[in-house]
């Protein structure tokens, strides 16, 4: 438990920033200027031209554009299927289902314990994540070794209302399709149509399905980072969304604090209360006021919840908070400002000791900063998809994937190879099935010629 900090008179945290040429110096600057035109034409220019596809791509490829109805099938098939995060019997089937998929096709697999996380809360609102277990599946070979990433969980909990895969010509609709269903199906059909041709022997592959992306890979996160040490690529199948591929993404931090004070009747003893309410607000108030859109860092207080009822102080209060940062050391600093803020007392001129503050904070995402080896990578899968006909272009992102966590190990990652979507973590949630076809055939592609390198 932390203890409120003894100092009558609050501190002001120093403000979180960085200096601009620190940030001017990097390889991205996406997150300054927006998106960044000049960096689509560079890297657009220094696209490496790639040999014409061989006799036996062109098979592959082929067999990949009869798959549709069944791919659909499969979609259909996982989407209604709830995954969300803390529905471990759902997740349980979904994983259970991939993994005889992967077992067909010459995989070893084997299970990664899940964990339970627990968050400080006011009473009534406990918060413990249970996570289901992950799966890793493995072929061994020679050349080069790919891990390939899914998750399997989605935002949507079993009570919500969105549930159900539909089908609009070339739309889907349902919770996951995009974010990551759909990716899911890409890469396993990727796999089935090389194994098909007899093209997987040989090829050094993992596949890490993790249970917990959506809630910051908590648990998957040491099994990521593992693999990540032991394999010369990273493929993730987050959604493309509109045929653009993400090149850097801002890191991600979270918090959970939990301002512990004194009951008393609002009316007859309104003075020997302690109201975790007030604090909890003055405390939004600096943490809110951290965010910086100069330097990309930003920080939202996104839930509150606190109080008894209208006329008693209130004795405890929440706020769960959210961080963006372009840089590792501003994450940290943030981290460090959050602490100080928690261990301040602002409401009360004089600390009784009876307020306190329990938090839980985590950086659960690195930032995603390119590297050469990371655009020769995303060079390569968009000079590959020119050769199939797929115009694809770069985009830089807010948000993180496990990608961020295997490229910050020193893993080369692309981290959008899902199929094509809008809206997730919404109830308009869809993907364009054409592009199941269309980033599976672009796999194949790249699984080949990465693994034979
Ligand atoms: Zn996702």
Not at 36 to 50: N, Y
């Amino acid at each position: 438990m932390r203890r409120s900090n003894p100092a009558p008179s609050p501190q002001k945290p120093p403000a979180a920033r960085c200096a601009s040429s620190a940030v001017k110096g990097l390889l991205f600057t996406g997150f300054l200027m927006g998106q960044s035109l000049a960096l689509q034409t560079s890297l657009a220019q220094t696209a490496l031209v790639e040999s014409p596809l061989s006799r036996s791509e062109q098979e592959v490829v082929a067999w990949v554009a009869e798959q549709e109805d069944d791919m659909v099938a499969l979609l259909e098939r996982l989407t209604n299927i709830n995954t969300g995060t803390l529905n471990k019997e759902g997740v349980d089937e979904v994983v259970a289902l991939l993994e005889a998929e992967l077992l067909d096709l010459g995989f070893d697999s084997r299970s990664l314990t899940g964990d339970v996380i627990e968050m400080p809360s006011c009473p009534g609102s406990e918060y413990t994540i249970d996570v289901a277990d992950h799966l890793l599946a493995t072929r061994k070979g020679a050349g080069k070794r790919l891990l390939m990433i899914g998750h399997v969980d989605t935002v949507f909990p079993l009570d919500s209302p969105f549930q159900r895969f539909s089908r609009e010509g070339d739309t889907a609709y349902g919770p996951g399709v995009s974010d990551m269903k759909g990716g899911l199906v890409v890469m396993l059909y990727a796999l089935k149509a090389l194994n098909h041709f007899d093209q997987l022997d040989g090829k050094a592959i993992s596949i890490l399905l993790n249970s917990d992306e959506e809630v910051g890979s908590l648990s998957s996160r040491k099994y990521v980072e593992q693999q990540a040490a032991l394999h010369d690529y990273g493929l993730v199948y987050e959604s493309s969304g509109n045929n653009r591929l993400t090149r850097a993404r801002k890191g991600l931090g979270q918090a959970r604090f939990v301002v512990n004070g004194r009951a008393s009747h609002a009316g007859g003893a309104h003075q020997q209360g302690r109201s975790a309410i007030k604090e909890l607000a003055y405390k939004i108030v600096e943490i809110e006021n951290m965010t910086d859109y100069e330097t990309g860092v930003t920080v939202n207080v996104g839930v509150i919840n606190g109080g008894e009822a209208r006329n008693t102080v209130a004795p405890c209060a929440e706020a769960l908070v959210d961080l963006r940062y372009p840089l590792p050391q501003q994450g940290l600093d943030a981290v460090r400002q959050w602490e100080e803020i928690f261990g301040n007392v602002y409401s009360y001129p004089v600390d009784s000791g009876e307020l306190s503050t329990n938090s839980w904070t985590s950086l659960h995402r690195p930032p995603k900063i390119p590297t050469e080896e990371s655009d020769a990578l995303l060079n390569k899968t968009i000079a590959i998809g020119r050769l199939l006909g797929q115009e694809l272009t770069v985009t830089d992102s807010g948000g993180g994937t496990d990608g961020s966590l295997t490229q910050a190990i020193g893993l080369p990652t692309l981290d959008s190879l899902g199929s094509d979507g809008t809206g997730a973590h919404s109830k308009r949630e869809e993907g364009r099935i054409s592009s199941l076809v269309e980033r599976a055939q672009l796999s194949v592609v790249l699984i080949g010629r990465l693994a034979e390198i």
